[in-house]
């Protein structure tokens, strides 16, 4: 079959079955499984795709119709340029975390030596990210589940960050102690009475534990302001990933800790995205 073909049959096929990302879903898992570049998938139309690659395709196709996300089919999600292996103790990276990353990276002098905690690290994503553009940067980077940070430790490992990147099995940052550059988190914000009702692509396949944000979403905000007054330096910063509806709340939290000079940052589509503070 050809690879044009082959996309287009997967495209229609999870057109039929109501997949809102039909186009891209099938772009990227013609490419993920081929190993090409979405770009390469529409250049190459005419090339060849062998009879057992093919097969192999229309089942994760088939398997994308029925809710499970490409990610958790490829057993990968690219973020900040790189490709962050899953297992199902991590949640997926997101394109919108990014922006916590460049909000981190725009209000840190590069060169200096930095010490920061990525506390509910998952696939390591952020942490390796800051690394990758952080040289003399070293992260804390905390999970409570082992399984979850046994991921984060070899994507760490694979992307070439390994010997910065220092795993910490903990609740929160219970287990952290000495002084820190930075404190940053996309903890679990979501309230737990709207968890069912989540898009199957998320309730049914990210680990509940990196979902429940508890009764009003915030018990993670709440827990972690407390420790980073502990754990940063005069100076030091904390950055938080929200819920779209969550930076008030978040700020109000931040301004009672005794955090300064507090920054909300919208994503690309309009939403709050990331609320920072300043430890004076």
């Known amino acids: 079959?050809?690879?044009?073909?082959?996309?287009?049959?997967?495209?229609?096929?999870?057109?039929?079955?109501?997949?809102?990302?039909?186009?891209l879903d099938a772009k990227a898992?013609?490419?993920?499984?081929?190993?090409?570049?979405?770009?390469?998938v529409i250049l190459r139309d005419g090339d060849e795709v062998s009879t057992e690659k093919a097969a192999y395709i229309q089942s994760l196709a088939t398997q994308r119709a029925q809710g499970v996300p490409v990610g958790r089919l490829l057993g990968w999600r690219e973020f900040w340029g790189m490709r962050f292996a899953l297992n199902p103790a991590t949640l997926e990276p997101r394109p919108d975390t990014e922006i916590l990353v460049e909000a981190v990276l725009a209000r840190t002098v590069p060169g200096r030596p930095l010490r920061f905690a990525d506390i509910g690290t998952g696939t390591g994503a952020i942490a390796v990210a800051l690394l990758?553009?952080?040289?003399?940067?070293?992260?804390?980077?905390?999970?409570?589940?082992?399984?979850?940070?046994?991921?984060?430790?070899?994507?760490?490992?694979?992307?070439?960050?390994?010997?910065?990147?220092?795993?910490?099995?903990?609740?929160?940052?219970?287990?952290?102690?000495?002084?820190?550059?930075?404190?940053?988190?996309?903890?679990?914000?979501?309230?737990s009475e709207v968890?069912?009702?989540?898009?199957?692509?998320?309730?049914?396949?990210?680990?509940?534990?990196?979902?429940?944000?508890?009764?009003?979403?915030?018990?993670?905000?709440?827990?972690?302001?407390?420790?980073?007054?502990?754990?940063?330096?005069?100076?030091?910063?904390?950055?938080?990933?929200?819920?779209?509806?969550?930076?008030?709340?978040?700020?109000?939290?931040?301004?009672g800790a005794g955090f300064v000079n507090i920054e909300i940052i919208q994503d690309l589509g309009g939403n709050d995205r990331v609320v920072l503070g300043l430890r004076p």
């Open 29 to 40: 898992l013609v490419s993920g499984a081929l190993d090409l570049s979405i770009s390469e």
């Open 195 to 255: 968890i069912e009702g989540l898009d199957r692509d998320v309730r049914d396949h990210d680990p509940m534990l990196a979902l429940d944000g508890g009764a009003d979403g915030l018990a993670a905000y709440r827990t972690l302001t407390a420790e980073a007054q502990k754990l940063l330096k005069n100076g030091g910063r904390i950055a938080f990933e929200i819920g779209f509806d969550q930076a008030a709340d978040v700020s109000d939290l931040l301004t």
């Open 132 to 191: 990758s553009e952080l040289p003399e940067a070293d992260c804390l980077a905390v999970d409570l589940s082992p399984e979850a940070l046994s991921c984060a430790i070899a994507n760490a490992d694979r992307l070439g960050v390994g010997k910065r990147f220092h795993p910490v099995v903990s609740d929160y940052a219970s287990a952290l102690s000495g002084e820190l550059d930075w404190l940053v988190s996309n903890p679990p914000y979501i309230r």
């Open 1 to 23: 079959m050809e690879l044009g073909a082959l996309w287009r049959e997967v495209r229609n096929s999870l057109r039929s079955a109501g997949c809102e990302t039909a186009d």
